[in-house]
């Protein structure tokens, strides 16, 4: 054995490999890592929550959406209203629904112009798969306005509402009146080409009844207009005022006979209960 052997050994470092020990987290590392996982989650929640509220508008949307169509069917408008209501809460999918529920609710309510304006969102917001049903509902709805201002004799209203609704049929996409079509389940191309000739005939009768109210009528004769009388001369409107004097004198006379007539008729014949004296 020799004096190298004598020595002692120097221990060995620790190792940070896989074999061997981790070294100590400092406390300042621990509190930089988990304000960086804080910072993470606060960003991720506004995300799960969002995603929660999507799940939650999903689940309830169909529901809400069949209360409102039995509140329709039974033409309760307090009904369709609430269910409108409903799917308007947390309205981040499918917004136009509530919308044009709460159209349907004001129908029932025979606010048609609020109906229009509540159908008129309903299409900003759609897609195609509803965009033919909301333009049946938008139709009909202008329609009655355009009834309405007929019916109040406002003709050029009435025309403009009807061209309006006209429009509405006439921007349709193609998808609404092809038989196969899933825009065309219900048959909203024919309640839509229904319309359209409605709207036509109306505007044809009311051009021509305004045409024949600007027309002078046919087989009657023009009437003269009567002509001025010639003026009166001194003497004539001097015996004109004779004769207004013998007459408004005569006219007095017979009253004065008449009175003196009813006076003796009462003093002889006098009635059994007080009346009002005819003098």
Same mark, same amino acid.
């Given at each position: %054995?020799?004096?190298?052997?004598?020595?002692?050994? $120097?221990?060995?470092?620790?190792?940070?490999?896989?074999?061997?020990?981790?070294?100590?987290?400092?406390?300042? $590392?621990?509190?930089?890592?988990? /304000?960086?996982?804080?910072?993470?989650?606060?960003?991720? +929640?506004?995300?799960?929550?969002?995603?929660?509220?999507?799940?939650?508008?999903?689940?309830? %949307?169909?529901?809400?959406?069949?209360?409102?169509?039995? =509140?329709?069917?039974?033409?309760?408008?307090?009904? #369709?209203?609430?269910?409108?209501?409903? %799917?308007?809460?947390?309205?981040?999918?499918?917004?136009?629904?509530?919308?044009? =529920?709460?159209?349907? $609710?004001?129908?029932?309510?025979?606010?048609?112009?609020?109906?229009?304006?509540? +159908?008129?969102?309903?299409?900003? /917001?759609?897609?195609?798969?509803?965009?033919?049903?909301?333009?049946?509902?938008?139709?009909?709805?202008?329609?009655?306005?355009?009834?309405?201002?007929?019916?109040?004799?406002?003709? #050029?209203?009435?025309?403009?509402?009807?061209?309006?609704?006209?429009?509405?049929?006439?921007?349709?996409?193609?998808?609404? +009146?092809?038989?196969?079509?899933?825009?065309?389940?219900?048959?909203?191309?024919? /309640?839509?080409?229904?319309?359209?000739?409605?709207?036509?005939?109306?505007?044809?009768?009311?051009?021509?009844?305004?045409?024949?109210?600007?027309? @002078?009528?046919?087989?009657? @004769?023009?009437?003269?207009?009567?002509?001025?009388?010639?003026?009166?001369?001194?003497?004539?409107?001097?015996?004109?005022?004779?004769?207004?004097?013998?007459?408004?004198?005569?006219?007095?006379?017979?009253?004065?006979?008449?009175?003196?007539?009813?006076?003796?008729?009462?003093?002889?014949? @006098?009635?059994?209960?007080? #009346?009002? /004296?005819?003098?």
């Amino acid at each position: %054995m020799t004096l190298l052997d004598r020595r002692r050994k $120097a221990p060995a470092p620790e190792r940070s490999g896989p074999g061997g020990a981790q070294p100590r987290e400092t406390d300042g $590392a621990r509190a930089a890592r988990l /304000r960086r996982r804080a910072r993470l989650l606060s960003w991720g +929640f506004p995300f799960v929550l969002l995603a929660l509220v999507v799940a939650a508008k999903l689940l309830t %949307m169909s529901a809400a959406a069949q209360q409102a169509i039995w =509140a329709y069917d039974a033409k309760d408008g307090s009904g #369709v209203s609430g269910a409108a209501d409903w %799917m308007g809460t947390a309205d981040v999918v499918e917004t136009h629904k509530s919308h044009f =529920a709460r159209g349907d $609710a004001l129908v029932l309510a025979g606010d048609f112009a609020g109906a229009r304006s509540a +159908f008129e969102e309903a299409l900003r /917001r759609t897609g195609s798969d509803d965009e033919c049903t909301i333009r049946v509902n938008l139709v009909l709805a202008t329609e009655k306005l355009g009834d309405a201002a007929r019916d109040g004799g406002d003709a #050029v209203s009435a025309d403009r509402l009807y061209a309006d609704a006209a429009t509405v049929i006439k921007q349709a996409p193609e998808g609404c +009146f092809e038989p196969d079509s899933p825009q065309n389940q219900q048959q909203q191309g024919d /309640r839509l080409g229904e319309a359209r000739d409605r709207l036509e005939r109306k505007r044809a009768e009311e051009q021509a009844s305004g045409n024949q109210s600007q027309q @002078p009528g046919q087989g009657t @004769p023009p009437q003269s207009q009567p002509s001025a009388a010639p003026p009166r001369t001194p003497e004539q409107q001097a015996q004109d005022g004779r004769v207004d004097a013998l007459e408004r004198s005569s006219e007095a006379g017979q009253q004065e006979r008449s009175e003196g007539d009813q006076r003796r008729d009462y003093l002889q014949n @006098p009635p059994a209960a007080p #009346v009002d /004296r005819p003098w």
